[in-house]
Structures are given as structure tokens and as C-alpha cells.
């Protein structure tokens, strides 16, 4: 699996660019603010996940 770091400068550039051409300079705040709300909740969930899983391996751990 590749990370956005693999991507590059140049590839985020070109991605700029092209979301740029489709949705137009004016719908750009909108989407900026829409993936960085999409990330931040991925993040916390992500985070959620983890603290049950490791919850979840303590309490197994403890009744062994």
C-alpha cells in the first residue's frame, strides 16, 4: 500500500491542478474544508478503535 508521501511535490502539484480545472478557484475553499473535516474524523475514529482494542487486549490479559 502507498502512502500520500509516495506521491511526491510534483504528483500533489498535478493533483492541485486538476481539481483546480474541474471545481473552479471558488469551490476550492469548500473542498479544502470538507477533506480536512472527512481526515479529522477518520483520525478520531481511528484513535476510538485503537484505545478499545487495546482496552479490549487488557482485560484479556488481566483475566488470564
Known sequence: ???IGAI???GLIIILVI???IF???KLPEIG??????FSEFKRHT????EEDDE?????QDSV
Not at 474544508?33 to 472527512?38: I, P, S, Y
Not at 479490549?56 to 484479556?60: H, Q, R
Open 19 to 21: 481539481v483546480l480545472i
Open 47 to 50: 484513535k476510538d478503535l485503537i
Open 33 to 38: 474544508g470538507a477533506v480536512g473535516k472527512t
Open 24 to 26: 473552479g478557484p471558488k
Open 8 to 10: 511526491g511535490v510534483p
Open 56 to 60: 479490549v487486549k487488557k482485560k484479556t
Open 1 to 3: 500500500m502507498g502512502s
